[in-house]
């Protein structure tokens, strides 16, 4: 069974840093892009940055040069650096399984950050 | 960047309504459109890839057309499990949600 566990979230002050990890299982992790969507408490989805399989990453502007993407074939592992977090990165943070050319298939169940004082 | 826009952004049906919901695309993204369900405290749900195709296990009321810069998602029959909130999302040029259509009960 596919299954995307996510870590690592929690309550950082504005300015500090997070990193969030995603324990992937019941696929070839190495053969899939893997995807971070936010969601802040009641409103919609964010992308917020992506790696393919060899390692290119992608990000939006909202979050490019605070924000750092990468992956850990050997370990089954995804993780997002965040830095210089400000209030507006409050959110959810979801792993996200994306196969070239269609949706995102498997979710993680999310990992939430808080960036308060 | 590729801006989605969906409508309406809420939608009061009726079990047993046929209901449909629009995604704009700010400019053509050929078919690489999905649509995602989702159910409050829960991650989104793919119902929907390249437009039109059905995700393996997802009901055959739900279906999705369009092209280039109009999509819709059609549930031909609502039933009480699809009260929820969806969503487009592009992936044509890197990816872009629409903001969301809440569909509740009328």
């Known amino acids: 069974e596919v299954q995307l566990v996510e870590s690592g979230g929690g309550l950082v002050q504005p300015g500090g840093s997070l990193r969030l990890s995603c324990a992937a299982s019941?696929?070839?992790?190495?053969?899939?892009?893997m995807h971070w969507v936010r969601q802040a408490t009641g409103k919609g989805l964010e992308w917020v940055s992506a790696?393919?399989?060899?390692?290119?990453?992608y990000y939006p502007g909202s979050v490019k040069g605070r924000f750092t993407i990468s992956r850990e074939n050997a370990k089954n592992s995804l993780y997002l650096q965040m830095n210089s977090l400000r209030a507006g990165d409050t959110a959810v943070y979801y792993c996200?399984?994306?196969?070239?050319?269609?949706?995102?298939?498997?979710w993680g169940k999310g990992t939430t950050v808080t960036v308060s004082s | 960047d590729i801006q989605m826009t969906q409508s309406p952004s809420t939608l009061s049906a009726s079990v047993g309504d046929r209901v449909t919901i629009t995604c704009r695309a700010s400019q053509s993204i050929s078919s690489w459109l999905a649509w995602y369900q989702q159910k409050p405290g829960k991650a989104p749900k793919l119902l929907i890839y390249k437009a039109s195709s059905l995700e393996s296990g997802v009901p055959s009321r739900f279906s999705g057309s369009g092209s280039g810069t109009e999509f819709t998602l059609t549930i031909s029959s609502l039933q009480p499990d699809d009260f929820a909130t969806y969503y487009c999302?592009?992936?044509?040029?890197?990816?872009?949600f629409g903001q969301g259509t809440k569909v509740e009960i009328k």
């Open positions: 790696i393919g399989t060899a390692g290119d990453t």
């Open positions: 999302q592009q992936y044509n040029s890197l990816w872009t």
């Open positions: 996200a399984r994306g196969p070239l050319y269609s949706g995102y298939d498997r």
């Open positions: 019941g696929f070839t992790f190495s053969s899939y892009d």
